[in-house]
T-cell receptor, first 114, second 113 residues
């Protein structure tokens, strides 16, 4: 079945450690996105990529990094520079520009910093 | 400022009852509005999309309305089921906005037996 796979589902990290969240899609979508979701807040865009080997900062990119070496993959690294990394992270893709509004989301990764 | 406000923040209803969720926006120029359903601990899933020319659209027991003049949308759930318990998120897209979407904070719905 086509879809977006995020891993791991749950992740615990000690302060000062970098962690990488995986996002893989087999929908053949060009655009991919990373969002952060905190309780009581709307989704906030971290990074997005319109095409392989190209990505753009979103609203809250500080302390995060991404790569887009393959169309299917868009991993997110949460670095030690991120001040408050505990959150629910959602990866999404869309077949074209997000102007159509439809995003296809993965199941999310919950990161907890101990 | 392009904003999306949803109300109520949370709602509890009895199984079988109807409910209506509201979404008010200031996003301009308007392109489209989507309602997503997000089960706890899962990713959001699109329920319906509303464009400028559409007033009402149904998807099973879900009916969305749009009043582009007052910049309001509603999501009506008929004959609620326990599986309707979720967060419902309103997302508004601005014309020529590239990859920027405007997310509401969501309404958390709990359907009880």
């Amino acid at each position: 079945d086509g879809g977006i796979t995020q891993s791991p589902k749950y992740l615990f990290r000690k302060e000062g450690q970098n962690v990488t969240l995986s996002c893989e899609q087999n929908l053949n979508h060009d655009a991919m996105y990373w969002y952060r979701q905190d309780p009581g807040q709307g989704l906030r865009l971290i990074y997005y990529s319109q095409i392989v080997n190209d990505f753009q900062k979103g609203d809250i990119a500080e302390g995060y990094s991404v790569s887009r070496e393959k169309k299917e993959s868009f991993p997110l690294t949460v670095t030690s520079a991120q001040k408050n990394p505990t959150a629910f992270y959602l990866c999404a893709s869309s077949p074209q520009g997000a102007n159509t509004g439809e995003l296809f989301f993965g199941e999310g990764s919950r990161l907890t910093v101990l | 400022k392009n904003q999306v406000e949803q109300s109520p923040q949370s709602l509890i209803i009895l199984e079988g009852k109807n409910c209506t969720l509201q979404c008010n926006y200031t996003v301009s120029p308007f392109s489209n509005l989507r309602w997503y359903k997000q089960d706890t601990g899962r990713g959001p899933v699109s329920l319906t999309i509303m464009t400028f020319s559409e007033n009402t659209k149904s998807n099973g027991r879900y009916t969305a309305t749009l009043d582009a003049d007052t910049k309001q949308s509603s999501l009506h759930i008929t004959a609620s089921q326990l599986s309707d318990s979720a967060s419902y998120i309103c997302v508004v897209t601005r014309e020529n906005s590239g990859y920027a979407l405007n997310f509401g904070k969501g309404t958390s719905l709990l359907v009880t037996p």
